[in-house]
Structures are given as C-alpha cells and as structure tokens.
C-alpha cells in the first residue's frame, strides 16, 4: 500500500529505501576478537538506542517479556538439555567453526564438506517448519531481540525476536526495516549438537544459525547460509527494551 511504502522511505539509522546494509561479499568466516564483537554490540546497541527513542510505537510492537536476555542455567533447564549435556557449546564463527575453501572444520575436528555443513542446518530449521506449533499459544520461553550486521557495520535493519519452547521449535519474528515488513521465524534446535537454525517466512533460504548457547550472550557471531553452497558470517547484538533505550537517552 502507499502508507507501507511511505514507511519504507526512511528505515531504522537512516537506510534508504531499497537498500540493505546486510552485505552478501565473498562468504566464509573471518576472525573477529571478543574485544571487536563487543565493541560492534556497543555501537549497534548506541544507535538503536537513539532510533528506539524516535519510534516509540514501532519498538513496542513486543512485549516487554520478549527483551528479556536468559542464562545459559535458565535455559538448559527449560529444554531439558541436563539430559545432553551439562555445559553450552559454543559455536564462535571464524574461531571454532572455520570455512576454509569448500570445507568446514568445527572444533578442530576433521573437515566436512561445506554443503554438508549448510545441508545440516537447513535440516534443523526444516523441523521447525513441519512443526505443529501455535506462536501465540503454547508456551514459549523468550530469547531476546537481536540486530544482525555484517563486517564493520553499526547499523542494522534486519531484527529477530526469538523465542524457544521446551520441545527445542524456535519461533518468532523478523522485521526488515527497510521494506516496512515482519514475517514469521521458524526453527529448531539440535539438542544434541546445540546448534539452533532458522528460516524466515516460506523462504527455504536463508537459512540463519547460532549456538543456542551464543544466543545467551550480549552479542555474538552467527552464519548465513544463502545456498547450500553460499554462507557468510555476520553478527547478532541483544538490542535493549525500549522502555530502557529511552531512559539512556533521557540519561535516567
């Protein structure tokens, strides 16, 4: 509709319509320090801050349980994964989880195919997708708000609500700011792996994945896989509760 597009004009930080600020470069994973990973959440989280501040009515469109970050304690005991394992598994991208060429190497385990890799993360998300679940009605443990962005970047329009519910099926949203739209995110998590994947939509592709244990964190690194032969890292930050993002920007 006009009103949809006029909305689309201007997305979060200013980004033109039209446009993403999701980069699709060469894919693979790069290496990024702990101390550059927090210093992208900082000014993602800064700029989202001010944004929140301007749209009040667009950043309540979740309930205030949904910006609620959870512990790894919390969340293991929700699941049930003391059956699996007693401690997270990290999935750091270009640190423990590296593509070099047409291959993957998790862990310092031997290499895999990289198809392979991204052909397994389709199928977690797959059983999200044939799940019976109702977002609205069963009961759903959230995981937070996220922004994703790629290399360098400190402004994002694609976010995801997340949100879990004891089977291990991950449900939410995605909002793209830029074209004005939410679809619905599904997935699952692989208990025994912990590594948790997701589409958005009908669309088969992308295919979003993280450790599920990452996603217990402040910011982190995730994978995009476009295709079975297309992946390429970015980064997930926790955005904060806008009630919250108003009180920094009031300096409350």
């Excluded at 910006?67 to 699996?84: D, E, F, K, N, V």
Aim: hydrophobic residues 35%; contains cysteine.
């Amino acid at each position: 509709t006009g009103g949809s597009r006029a909305a689309a004009a201007s997305g979060p930080y200013g980004a033109a319509a039209g446009r993403s600020t999701v980069r699709t470069g060469s894919g693979g994973t790069f290496y990024a320090s702990r101390t550059v990973i927090a210093r992208t959440g900082t000014s993602v989280r800064a700029n989202w801050r001010s944004f929140a501040y301007q749209n009040p009515v667009l950043t309540a469109r979740w309930l205030g349980p949904t910006w609620r970050p959870i512990t790894w304690a919390a969340l293991s005991g929700y699941c049930g994964y003391t059956a699996y394992a007693s401690q997270p598994v990290y999935y750091d991208y270009g640190e423990t989880v590296v593509y070099s060429g047409d291959t993957v190497i998790v862990n310092g385990g031997p290499e895999i195919p990289a198809e392979q890799y991204a052909e397994q993360a389709t199928q977690i998300a797959n059983v999200g997708v044939e799940a019976k679940v109702d977002p609205k009605t069963d009961d759903w443990q959230p995981l937070g708000v996220f922004a994703m962005v790629g290399e360098g970047e400190t402004k994002s329009t694609n976010i995801f609500q997340l949100a879990v519910n004891k089977d291990g099926i991950i449900s939410g949203e995605y909002y793209n700011a830029v074209a004005d739209e939410t679809s619905p995110v599904q997935g699952s998590i692989d208990k025994k792996t912990q590594r948790a994947a997701w589409t958005v939509g009908d669309k088969q592709y992308p295919v979003y994945e993280a450790g599920i244990a990452n996603l217990t964190r402040e910011e982190t690194t995730m994978l995009v896989h476009y295709s079975k032969d297309r992946s390429q890292q970015f980064t997930l930050v926790r955005l904060p509760e806008p009630d919250e993002a108003e009180k920094s920007m009031d300096g409350k």
